[in-house]
């Protein structure tokens, strides 16, 4: 039997990240196995707001949980979450993948297929976390379009600002400008959080 | 608004990874040689980033993948037990008589007996291919290892809960949806870990669950789902019970497959 997916407070949910993580250390595949139930959710939205193909997202989902798994013994509870680790971990692969030579084409893919493939669901996330998700989404949307945007394309789309302002069609000093903006508007709207 | 550091301006963009390579590199080389104006900015702005992850939403990975992740991760990474050593595995013996077969025909085919190359060619294929089936028969033995050791590691789990020394026992009394339902939890306040059981739970249909939940600081916390065999009873490991209110109460509600983040179905058992 597997641990529950558990509702917890951040910190609780930070240590039992961190234990799962010491445990596969020790080939607890079924560590990974929960902190794949308790993480995989938030993974695979992000890899497929990222990367659009259902299949491509999966595909770089279990490489970034076998990543983790091989390399448990170098993550460093003192030094962030697991969740963030997961997190970065993520993204940098599905930048390495956008900006393959594939990358022009999975984008416009994805133009025509925005939506999940299945229902999002958020079992398992600790509820500050969901409420953070929640802000967050806010947030972005009370920023203007045009600082959302450059924020989205260098963030999601793992475009530099110079390529954000040839997409755009927008002077770079004016991209810097909004992508400095929007961000300060973000940090001093969250505030502190863990 | 003026920064106090010519460089704190980059950090937003540092953040989300949207810096070309020169001012990248200008950057990260201010950063190594250390700037108090630049740090906790970079720190604040990497959270921002973090945030911004968290605005995609959520999509519940396919069912199979989970276990196809497990299984691959028995392979990438044979199970260590961490006790004695485990029985050979009849797998491993036939696939080291595959590479040992494969090592002898190269041996051959290098002393140069021209005249069988083809043949020896052929064997050697065939040795090879046999030594991929083995090696599939090896990851499938080490998956059903790992499963087994994964049961082991729950029962171990379970009985170290219950072996704790102040351990808190709680009962959980019916209530009219399921009049023969009893819970007992056991919780070891020290380790945060607890095991609860039940029996006289009705099965459910494969769409439902049910879920317990502990009631602290006059909100209800999920501890997990379980399922109840055709005896009606059930087991569940809950980790990390450590609230920073007391427990005021433990209860078990009937709720949809996979759970939910707050209670909506009807109450079997209570505290």
């Known amino acids: 039997m597997l641990p529950p997916e558990l509702s917890l407070d951040s910190t609780a949910a930070d240590a039992l990240d961190a234990e799962l993580v010491r445990r596969m250390t ?5 560590a990974l196995g929960a902190l794949f139930e308790r993480h995989g959710g938030k993974v695979l939205g992000l890899l497929l707001r990222m990367l659009g193909a259902s299949g491509e997202a999966e595909e770089v989902l279990q490489e970034v949980f076998l990543h983790a798994w091989t390399r448990a013994a170098t993550f460093r509870a003192d030094k962030g979450s697991a969740r963030s680790w997961l997190i970065v971990m ?29 229902a999002a669901a958020e079992a398992g996330a600790d509820l500050e976390r969901q409420e953070l998700a929640l802000r967050m989404r806010r947030l972005m949307g009370e920023l203007p379009v045009e600082q959302r945007e450059c924020i989205e394309l260098a963030f999601f789309e793992g475009l530099t600002h110079s390529e954000v302002a040839a997409r755009l069609g927008a002077p770079l000093g004016t991209v810097k400008s909004r992508i400095l903006m929007g961000m300060r508007k973000l940090k001093q709207g969250l505030g502190t959080y863990r | 608004m003026a920064d106090a550091c010519p460089f704190e301006a980059l950090i937003a963009a540092h953040a989300l990874g949207a810096l070309d390579d020169e001012e990248r590199t200008a950057l990260e080389r201010h950063l190594a040689a250390g700037c108090d104006v630049c740090a906790p900015e970079l720190a604040a702005m990497g959270r921002v980033a973090e945030a911004i992850a968290m605005t995609a939403s959520p999509v519940r ?45 190269a041996v051959l085919l290098a002393v140069g007996a021209l005249a069988w190359g083809v043949v020896l060619q052929g064997r050697l294929e065939h040795a090879r291919q046999e030594r991929q089936a083995l090696a599939t028969d090896l990851a499938a033995a080490r998956a059903q290892l790992a499963r087994g050791e994964v049961e082991r590691v729950a029962l171990l789990r379970h009985l170290a809960v219950l072996g704790a020394s102040r351990l808190q026992q709680v009962q959980l009394a019916a209530l009219p949806p399921a009049p023969a339902a009893r819970g007992r939890m056991f919780l070891d306040p020290g380790s945060g870990q607890a095991v609860f059981s039940a029996a006289g739970l009705p099965p459910l249909p494969a769409d439902r669950t049910y879920q317990l939940w502990f009631i602290t600081g006059g909100r209800p916390v999920s501890a997990g789902t379980f399922d109840v065999g055709g005896e009606g009873s059930g087991r569940l490991l809950v980790d990390g019970v450590r609230p920073a209110a007391p427990i005021d109460a433990w209860a078990v509600t009937v709720e949809p497959a996979g759970g939910v983040p707050q209670p909506t179905g009807s109450m079997v058992l209570k505290s």
């Open chain 1, 26 to 30: 020790a080939g607890e595949s079924d």
């Open chain 2, 61 to 105: 990975p396919r069912e199979e993948l989970r276990s196809e992740l497990v299984t691959r991760a028995a392979a990438v990474r044979p199970f260590r037990p961490r006790q004695a050593a485990a029985p050979p595995v009849a797998g491993a013996r036939r696939a080291g008589r595959g590479l040992a077969l494969a090592a002898s025909i």
């Open chain 1, 90 to 118: 993520a993204r940098s692969r599905a930048l390495d993948r956008l900006r393959s030579t594939k990358a022009a084409r999975r984008r416009d893919e994805r133009a025509g297929a925005e939506q999940p493939v299945v």
